[in-house]
């Protein structure tokens, strides 16, 4: 159980584009999803957290305008990269976190695959 | 200010054991995190401590001591495939994970 799957895995694009990256917990309700950024041999960068049904909360220095997040259902978060430009090619990977007990008794954050992002 | 430290790389011997430290400072504390982290891929759980001590799964152990903000991962019968990524990560009064920048673990034959 408690699988989050991220689409697409990888994307290459031209700069000026917008990318959506999907991310979905496949068998649980997430009450709330993380966005995460990692570049090469760095660690992993909290950009936001979304709650279902609210607008997410961005970290200092994440662009709210430019790093678009929705979170529409308990199952589906989405990041939008608008305008992408070359230094915004990173790996980003979203988690997803329940707080019903049994499930999650601890808060454990389940990671998606990660999508690779490329512009060019 | 909240902080996490772990040894940025660390080399250990296949069939050897290795311990990766990590020392945390943050607001309020609801546990010890370890994931591992192969090269592009996302992070996977390894394990959690909430309470003083040793929690032991399989080859990996994980310790944690409170009053000094200390957790170390314990890995036992090195196996080459234990060459990643290992992040600790500290969850805070608002259940927010704070990350290490990671300890890159290079294992020889």
């Known amino acids: 159980g408690a699988v989050v799957s991220q689409h697409p895995s990888w994307v290459i694009c031209k700069s000026g584009t917008s990318v959506k990256i999907e991310c979905r917990s496949l068998?649980?309700?997430?009450?709330?999803m993380f966005w995460y950024r990692q570049f090469p041999k760095q660690s992993l960068m909290l950009m936001a957290t979304?709650?279902?049904?609210?607008?997410?909360?961005?970290e200092q220095g994440v662009e709210k305008d430019k790093f678009l997040i929705n979170h529409a259902s308990l199952t589906l978060s989405t990041l939008t990269v608008t305008s992408a430009h070359p230094e915004d090619s990173s790996f980003y990977i979203c988690?997803?976190?329940?707080?019903?007990?049994?499930?999650?008794?601890?808060?454990?954050?389940?990671f998606g695959p990660g999508t690779r992002l490329t512009v060019l | 200010g909240q902080n996490i430290d772990q040894p940025t790389e660390m080399t250990a011997t296949e069939g050897a054991i290795v311990q990766i430290n990590c020392t945390y400072q943050t607001s309020g504390f609801n546990g010890l995190f370890w994931y591992q982290q192969h090269a592009g891929e996302a992070p996977t759980f390894l394990s959690y401590n909430v309470l003083d001590g040793l929690e032991e799964k399989g080859r990996f152990s994980s310790f944690l001591s409170r009053s000094k903000g200390y957790s170390y991962l314990l890995l036992k019968e090195l196996q080459m495939k234990d060459s990643a990524s290992y992040l600790c990560a500290a969850s805070d009064s608002n259940y927010q994970l704070i990350w290490g920048a990671g300890t890159k673990l290079i294992i020889k034959p």
């Open positions: 988690s997803a976190r329940d707080l019903v007990e049994g499930l999650n008794s601890y808060n454990e954050q389940f």
């Open positions: 068998d649980f309700q997430a009450t709330t």
């Open positions: 979304s709650n279902e049904g609210s607008k997410a909360t961005y």
